[in-house]
């Protein structure tokens, strides 16, 4: 490992973002509408809060190079950590992947593996080759995947400390459904220490073109039901969001039902529409997948009216160009 990058990694912290909506508030007449802004994080999403966590168990238990499947964001984030830890990280990529964001994983080190087939086979393939070659494994459904959860869960005890009491609501972008587990766990245990005494109803927010809770959810189930291929269309747009296999679904799934929440889908209309809204008056550049939080809060805000703040929706940032640092 090069001097110097264990502790740099040691040392990182992440930036705390939370903030009221006004102007959302007053121009769409709600009261008590919140973001949790995760697009401060170093490369520009949640995903870098699993990568870190990861990053910190693959060097304390000695391994010197990490692999995940992705589609691009959580990729980025495993790249970025690993360099910040001294430590390798192969990355493998659906060869059809139409974003953004393949140079920032190769400017920050990584292998890039293309694989020729889904997102679900990038991972697997990234499970097999951990096991073959003895690589720490990243992945979602892998040997590691409570790391992810756990690391999400701390959104829940920020945005405590952030109101100084729990959400009524919390809306999150779902594709795997791991975020929002994590969340979902990080309230449980809230609750379970008596520090607050409801667990937030857990909004799910997603595409209309493929993911397997919605899915799901869309046939009143409450276990994930096989989700063909065909159904699924796949733009640059909706790509974070699309789950043919939704790895933490089944959690996701609970965490909705059990708490009274709802799941919204959105074309990708409706996303850029809602990037838009939080770009014009919020000023902050929202990747409009992960903009979904806000339209799901506002769609279920619409459909109660006993729900009331505080609500809080999960935003994400990346609607800007990348520039080689
Ligand atoms: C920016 C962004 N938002 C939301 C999601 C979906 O999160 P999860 O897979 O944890 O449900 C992803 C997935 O990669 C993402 O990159």
Not at 1 to 6: D, L, R
Not at 249 to 277: C, H, M, N, P, V
Not at 288 to 307: I, T
Request: glycine share 10%; charged share 20%.
């Amino acid at each position: 490992m090069p001097p110097g990058y264990g502790l740099l990694i040691s040392e990182f912290e992440f930036p705390k973002v939370f903030f009221r909506a006004e102007a959302i508030e007053t121009a769409l007449g709600c009261e008590g509408l919140y973001i949790k802004w995760e697009g401060s994080n170093p490369t520009g999403t949640q995903k870098d809060r699993a990568a870190y966590r990861h990053i910190l168990k693959a060097l304390s238990q000695g391994y010197d190079t990490v692999t995940v499947g992705t589609c691009g964001n959580y990729g980025v984030s495993v790249a970025y950590f690993s360099r910040l830890a001294g430590i390798k990280a192969v990355i493998f990529i659906p060869s059809r992947y139409s974003g953004s964001r393949i140079p920032e994983m190769l400017h920050y080190g990584a292998n890039v593996v293309k694989v020729d087939g889904s997102y679900e086979e990038a991972v697997e393939r990234s499970i097999l080759a951990a096991f073959d070659e003895g690589w720490y494994d990243a992945n979602p459904g892998g040997a590691n995947e409570e790391v992810a959860i756990e690391a999400f869960s701390e959104l829940s005890s920020e945005m405590y400390s952030s109101l100084g009491k729990a959400p009524n609501v919390v809306s999150v972008p779902l594709g795997n459904g791991t975020t929002l587990s994590g969340i979902y766990l990080g309230f449980l245990r809230l609750k379970a220490s008596g520090l607050i005494d409801e667990v937030p109803k857990m909004i799910g927010a997603t595409t209309a073109y493929g993911n397997q809770v919605a899915f799901s959810l869309r046939y009143g189930r409450d276990k994930l039901i096989d989700y063909g291929i065909s159904s699924v269309r796949e733009t640059e747009v909706n790509e974070p969001l699309v789950s043919i296999k939704s790895f933490d679904g089944e959690r996701a799934l609970e965490a909705i039902l059990s708490t009274g929440g709802r799941i919204y889908e959105f074309t990708d209309e409706d996303l850029i529409s809602f990037s838009k809204i939080l770009l014009e008056m919020e000023g902050i550049p929202a990747l409009p997948a992960s903009a979904s939080s806000l339209g799901a809060l506002l769609r279920f805000l619409e459909s109660d009216e006993n729900v009331s703040g505080p609500c809080v929706a999960v935003v994400t940032g990346r609607n800007v160009e990348w520039k080689m640092p």
